[in-house]
């Protein structure tokens, strides 16, 4: 099967792509550089130029803004590369009978602390980031074939970017870091959320669910977890509050998978299993 992966050269991209490939599949990725198909979802009609021309049998939509200031910033841009995708993917499944896959966000909760929120649970829209992807989901469930997952993901990629390179990094120089214990999210990592993903796509299932973590921790307490993990002290770390930042984020991201382990037939990983899983993928690359 062809399947065009948007964001394919980022750090979820690249983890399914290495996935599709392992099952056989012909992953076609696309970004603005370094893939098989550019791609600026910025540029009004591009994307449904790029359906037409790769003409895949199925379409993974993992690109997005993340940059919460970004978003805040420029919200029509926001919309363009994080909501408007998900609508021409919707119009291209509506006339095609093709299936797609939007990989959404955590960040519609802000109450509770460390409570599992599930996909009928009702979102708090804190900022333009939330806002443009909640907007994603909608035009994505206007598909009857689409399959929209909420998740929280680490991972890495060679440039050096995301959280978990620069949490292992600090820890292991002990530079200074702030570790919120008031901010909670179900952080998976990218290769086990691929193998997963790839495991309901299989299934052929449709509409919204979670597919992160089974457990909710702080901040602080996953980043101490990959400090154990590691077997690092962290002495530069110090507790802080996410309320200080700015934009205002939500706080409460814990997400209920017990729907996703239904369908799957087995557990998602625990925090422990995904720090350890973590330090492994860290190690490799150092």
């Known amino acids: 099967m062809r399947i065009l992966i948007l964001g394919g050269t980022g750090l979820l991209g690249r983890a399914l792509c290495a996935e599709a490939k392992r099952r056989g599949h012909v992953p076609l ?16 009609g591009a994307l449904a130029a790029l359906l037409g021309e790769a003409s895949p049998d199925m379409v ?30 919707a119009n291209w499944s509506h006339k095609t ?11 519609f909760f802000d109450v509770h602390g460390d409570e599992k929120h599930d996909e009928q649970a009702a979102v708090v829209l804190c900022n333009a980031y939330a806002r443009s992807k909640y907007a994603a989901e909608q035009h994505a469930l206007a598909a009857p074939l689409a ?15 995301g959280f978990a390179h620069w949490a292992l990094k600090a820890l292991k120089n002990n530079e200074p870091m702030t570790l919120f214990d008031d901010f ?15 495991d309901l796509i299989a299934q052929k299932q449709t509409g919204l669910i979670n597919l992160a973590s089974r457990d909710v921790s702080s ?3 996953f980043i101490l977890g990959l400090a154990e993990a590691a077997g690092l002290a962290g002495q530069g770390a110090k507790t802080g ?6 934009p205002r984020r939500a706080r409460a991201l814990g997400l209920d998978v017990k729907r996703a382990e239904q369908k799957l037939g087995y557990d998602l990983p625990g925090r422990a299993d995904v720090c350890a899983r973590l330090v492994l993928l860290w190690r490799a690359q150092a």
């Open 29 to 44: 990725s696309a970004a603005r550089t370094d893939a098989d198909y550019r791609l600026d979802l910025g540029e009004d």
């Open 60 to 89: 993974i939509n993992a690109a997005a803004l993340v940059d919460l200031a970004a978003c805040e910033a420029d919200p029509v841009r926001a919309d363009h590369i994080n909501a408007r995708p998900a609508q021409v993917l």
């Open 97 to 107: 009978a093709k299936p797609f896959t939007h990989i959404s966000t955590d960040h």
């Open 147 to 161: 399959l929209i997952v909420r998740t929280s993901l680490a991972g890495f990629h060679p440039d050096g970017r």
């Open 184 to 198: 909670y999210g179900s952080v998976i990592d990218t290769p086990s959320f691929s193998t997963a993903l790839f």
């Open 219 to 221: 901040k602080k307490d």
């Open 241 to 246: 509050s996410v309320s200080a930042l700015v």
